[in-house]
T-cell receptor, first 118, second 117 residues
Framework: DTEVTQTPKHLVMGMTNKKSLKCEQH?????MYWYKQKAKKPPELMFVYSYEKLSINESVPSRFSPECPNSSLLNLHLHALQPEDSALYLC?????????????????FGPGTRLLVL | AQKITQTQPGMFVQEKEAVTLDCTYD???????LFWYKQPSSGEMIFLIY??????QNATEGRYSLNFQKARKSANLVISASQLGDSAMYFCAMREGFKAAGNKLTFGGGTRVLVKP
C-alpha cells in the first residue's frame, strides 16, 4: 500500500484567513515532504521532515509553517497568504533512514490540495 | 544550468502505439537515481519507474521501460501499447548521490502526452 492522503482536496481562503493542510501516510515512512506546484510547472520543494525533525526549509516565507506531530502526519499551517500562493500543494513521503540516503530513495506523493487565495 | 531537461513540451500518440519521452540529465556524481512520474489532471504524482546509475540493465515495470544510455546521459521513458488513461503530464527527476536526510529530487519541465483514440 503506497497511499499518501491529503485533506482538503480544495481550499479557498482569503488573505487574512488561517487554514491548515493535512497529510497522512501509513507506510511506516520516516521522511515527509511538502511541495508547491504552479500550473504547468514541476513541483518545487518547500520542506522536508526526517524522523519528525525539520531537515530542509527551502527559504519558504514564514506565512507557511510546517508541523510534524508524529511519524504519520504532516501539517502545513497557512496564514496571511498572498494570491500568488495559489497552487497545488503536494505532500510526499519516503522510507527515510538515519544518516545518508541512497539515490534510489523513492518519494510517494499524495493527491494534493488545490489552494486558491483570494 | 538545468540538471534535467525534457525537450518535448507536448505530444500526441495514437492509442495502442508506443511513445518515447525524452529526458537528459547533467551530473558529475557517479551515484545517482533517475525517476519518472506521471501526473494526471487530477494532480497526484504517480511513481512509474526508477533507474540507478549503477544498474546494469534497463528498468522495466509493466508497459513502462526506461532506455538508459549512461554515456549520453539520457533516460528516456518508453510507454508501450498506449491507452487513453496514459494521457497525463510526465516528469523525469533525478536524485544525486548518497546525501543527508531529505535530499531533494530535481525535476524536469515535464512532457504532456495526449493519447488519441
Amino acid at each position: 500500500d503506497t497511499e499518501v492522503t491529503q485533506t482538503p482536496k480544495h481550499l479557498v481562503m482569503g488573505m487574512t484567513n488561517k487554514k491548515s493542510l493535512k497529510c497522512e501516510q501509513h507506510m511506516g515512512h520516516r521522511a515527509m515532504y511538502w511541495y508547491k506546484q504552479k500550473a504547468k510547472k514541476p513541483p518545487e520543494l518547500m520542506f522536508v521532515y526526517s524522523y519528525e525533525k525539520l531537515s530542509i526549509n527551502e527559504s519558504v516565507p514564514s506565512r507557511f509553517s510546517p508541523e510534524c506531530p508524529n511519524s504519520s502526519l504532516l501539517n502545513l499551517h497557512l496564514h496571511a497568504l498572498q494570491p500568488e500562493d495559489s497552487a497545488l500543494y503536494l505532500c510526499a513521503s519516503s522510507q527515510g533512514r538515519v544518516g545518508r540516503y541512497p539515490p534510489g530513495e523513492t518519494q510517494y506523493f499524495g493527491p494534493g490540495t488545490r489552494l486558491l487565495v483570494l | 544550468a538545468q540538471k534535467i531537461t525534457q525537450t518535448q513540451p507536448g505530444m500526441f500518440v495514437q492509442e495502442k502505439e508506443a511513445v518515447t519521452l525524452d529526458c537528459t540529465y547533467d551530473t558529475s556524481d557517479p551515484s545517482y537515481g533517475l525517476f519518472w512520474y506521471k501526473q494526471p489532471s487530477s494532480g497526484e504524482m504517480i511513481f512509474l519507474i526508477y533507474q540507478g546509475s549503477y544498474d546494469q540493465q534497463n528498468a522495466t515495470e509493466g508497459r513502462y521501460s526506461l532506455n538508459f544510455q549512461k554515456a549520453r546521459k539520457s533516460a528516456n521513458l518508453v510507454i508501450s501499447a498506449s491507452q487513453l488513461g496514459d494521457s497525463a503530464m510526465y516528469f523525469c527527476a533525478m536524485r544525486e548521490g548518497f546525501k543527508a536526510a531529505g535530499n531533494k529530487l530535481t525535476f524536469g519541465g515535464g512532457t504532456r502526452v495526449l493519447v488519441k483514440p
